[in-house]
């Protein structure tokens, strides 16, 4: 097994759906004849047809719409939104179409698509190329969310989710694309979705986390193994339904629980993960739950030094992991 | 009106578009009686629109071809295979209820054996849906056809930009037919766009655009057949906008008091129902005895829908948990 990146993960993935699954097919702004401004899917028009891999107009609620009346009709599409910021002006057929057609229809109709679209700043995308926006989707039932640390459960959860007869949204951090590598499952390979997993076991705190942060906090967690620290690492992998019973194990066996996350603090994915930990460990904690994440302010800004005080990484979260082992 | 022989229709033929309209006609207005005897919460209507909506579905194939509908047609759903009981079924909202197992209001249509896509209240998105099962045929080699409908005031709506302007781009099988009532609630056209005609935007892209009277089920027929030729032959969708006319208020919690009198008494005067039947008269298409035919029988079905979807149980109230993702029985 060769070791690939997480970008080259996910191109795999559409491929090898694609090539099984005549219904599956890719839309999205320059996904075509480019390959996707980040090249993930490269390649991927020249071997299935203009049709199966379109260049659209510049236009997202038309992507997404298109793509669920195309689901409905028994397609499998994978829209591709460029950057998760420009998802906003489809979130109505998202939120009120997607989300609801299984529900509305009492199950007669259903919507199998999936949304992929980058996220996440420390690659000088400032207000609008880095935000993470997973929150403004993880609070609507009838749709997953779903976020891979790894190549390995890109390439899987991305194979599930085209699997899945419900609508998912995909959100890959832009800078995992080139920065993570690692061998990778050839062929069919599936991960799967709703399913946290844990990444590092240890006994004396759990950092609860997903996407980038995953290897940031792997990072941080294994300088502090040398001073004798055992920190557990449980990566959400889907951030909407969460995996309930993997967080109330975790936060039970070690007792303290930081949650790392990238978006703004107040009203994140991590507000939810605190609530069940609150809900059902009150009497297992050793200590407060601890959170780290981006600062409340509109978005990411572009100059370097507002940019690294924005963004989440492996020093942060060691200050934290130690504020909490101390405590 | 013009001649519906002109359109390739027979005597035969203007006879079932009128049950059609009619027994549309009477279930609806059956649920505005139900509606104010305090039994159905909510009606939204088709009143005045069923030429337009009969027109349009004749000129399709039931078969193969996909609707993606507005919240008013009742008649072209009803023409589609929505059957009496399940309309009422939805407007009591009651267990057995296709569209949407009680879920929704009435109106917003929805059944699969049918090829009627299920509808949310956000207007204009259907649209989008449409014209995504139309890409679904043109990839797939299908000759079908994707019909959507709207109100004239969803052309405000970026869906309908993003989507014609989509189906210019691919030519795909795709007709949207604006239903242009003149009334989006209690805007009218003049505060809603500033083109003479709605249709003409199809020049913008890149599409046949047609303006035909809604109130003619044959011209309405006639346009959308040529439509669905054109469709099924790669030469692409169709932006057609059929004038119309809002018999009822918007809905039964709009008081329609927007509207003076006299304009509404006028629009009676342009009631399709009441015009069809001048027509068949005039034409010989059917005698006074068959209009008085039809006329029980369909209140006979009215009452009998009525009374068994009043009596039905209402679904489970734990039956909201359910549908929400794919049910997998893994027992």
């Not at chain 1, 005549?22 to 004849?33: N, P, R, S, T």
């Not at chain 1, 390959?35 to 107009?57: A, I, M, N, S």
């Not at chain 2, 006639?222 to 790669?234: P, Y």
């Amino acid at each position: 097994m060769a070791k690939i990146s997480y970008l080259q993960a996910i191109t795999h993935a559409l491929d090898h759906e694609m090539g099984k699954d005549d219904d599956v097919f890719i839309l999205g702004e320059d996904v075509g004849k480019k390959g996707g401004v980040f090249k993930v899917t490269d390649g991927l028009q020249e071997k299935y047809g203009e049709l199966r891999c379109l260049d659209t107009p510049l236009a997202e609620s038309n992507i997404v719409g298109t793509a669920i009346g195309a689901a409905m009709m028994g397609k499998r599409p994978v829209a591709e939104i460029q950057f998760a910021d420009y998802i906003l002006p489809a979130t109505n057929q998202i939120l009120s179409e997607a989300a609801k057609i299984r529900y509305r229809s009492n199950g007669e109709w259903n919507c199998p698509i999936v949304i992929r679209a980058p996220f996440g700043g420390g690659i000088h995308g400032a207000l609008y190329h880095s935000q993470s926006v997973e929150a403004l989707f993880a609070s609507t039932p009838g749709l997953k969310v779903v976020i891979p640390s790894t190549p390995s459960d890109a390439k899987g959860l991305l194979i599930s989710a085209i699997r899945d007869n419900d609508p998912v949204l995909f959100f890959e951090h832009k800078k995992a694309y080139r920065l993570l590598k690692e061998e990778v499952p050839e062929g069919d390979y599936t991960v799967p979705i709703g399913k946290a997993d844990v990444k590092r076991t240890g006994e004396d705190i759990t950092v609860i986390t997903y996407g980038l942060c995953v290897n940031y906090s792997l990072q941080a967690a294994e300088r502090l193994s040398k001073d004798g620290h055992d920190i557990e690492i449980l990566d959400l992998r889907t951030v909407y339904p969460l995996d309930k019973e993997s967080i109330i194990e975790s936060a039970s066996k070690t007792g303290k629980v930081l949650l790392v996350t990238e978006d703004n603090l107040e009203g994140s994915v991590m507000s939810e993960v605190s609530a069940i930990i609150a809900e059902n460990c009150l009497y297992d904690l050793d200590a407060p739950v601890m959170r780290l994440a981006g600062p409340d302010v509109p978005a990411m800004p572009y100059s370097p030094l507002m940019e690294d005080y924005f963004m989440v990484n492996p020093d942060k979260i060691e200050e934290k992991m130690l504020e909490l082992l101390e405590h | 009106m013009i001649n519906h022989e002109e359109v390739g229709l027979t005597d035969g033929d203007v006879k079932e578009m009128y049950r059609t309209m009619l027994l549309s006609r009477k279930l609806d207005e059956r649920m505005w009686l139900l509606n104010r005897a305090g039994k159905l919460p909510f009606v939204i209507s088709c009143q005045g629109q069923e030429a337009t909506q009969v027109g349009a579905g004749f000129a399709l194939d039931k078969e193969e071809d996909v609707l993606s509908p507005y919240y008013r047609d009742l008649a072209l759903a009803t023409h589609f295979g929505m059957t009496p009981l399940e309309t009422m079924l939805s407007a009591f909202a009651k267990d057995g209820d296709i569209q949407s197992g009680g879920r929704q209001m009435p109106g917003h249509f929805s059944k699969k054996a049918s090829n009627i896509l299920s509808q949310g209240s956000a207007v204009t998105t259907q649209v989008l849906h449409a014209v995504g099962a139309a890409y679904k045929f043109k990839l797939d080699g299908e000759k079908r056809v994707a019909l959507t409908t709207l109100g004239e005031g969803s052309t405000s709506q970026g869906d309908f930009h993003e989507g014609l302007n989509f189906a210019g781009v691919h030519k795909l099988p795709v007709i949207c037919l604006i239903e242009n009532n003149k009334y989006a609630i209690s805007v009218p056209t003049r505060l809603q766009y500033a083109v003479d005609k709605l249709s003409d935007r199809a020049h913008g892209y890149g599409m046949h655009g047609e303006h035909v009277d809604g109130n003619d089920p044959f011209a309405v027929y006639g346009v959308v057949k040529a439509a669905r030729e054109r469709a099924v032959n790669g030469e692409g969708a169709s932006l057609i906008e059929a004038m119309s006319t809002r018999l009822t208020a918007h809905s039964s919690d709009d008081d329609d008091s927007y509207r003076t009198i006299e304009e509404r008494e006028k629009n009676k005067e342009e009631d399709c129902v009441v015009l069809m039947k001048d027509y068949m008269v005039e034409k010989n298409i059917a005698e006074e005895s068959w209009f008085l035919e039809i006329e029980e029988e369909f209140k006979l079905i009215v009452k009998d829908a009525t009374k068994e979807a009043e009596n039905a149980p209402y679904p489970k109230a734990e039956d909201a948990l359910r549908h929400v993702y794919e049910e997998v029985d893994n027992g």
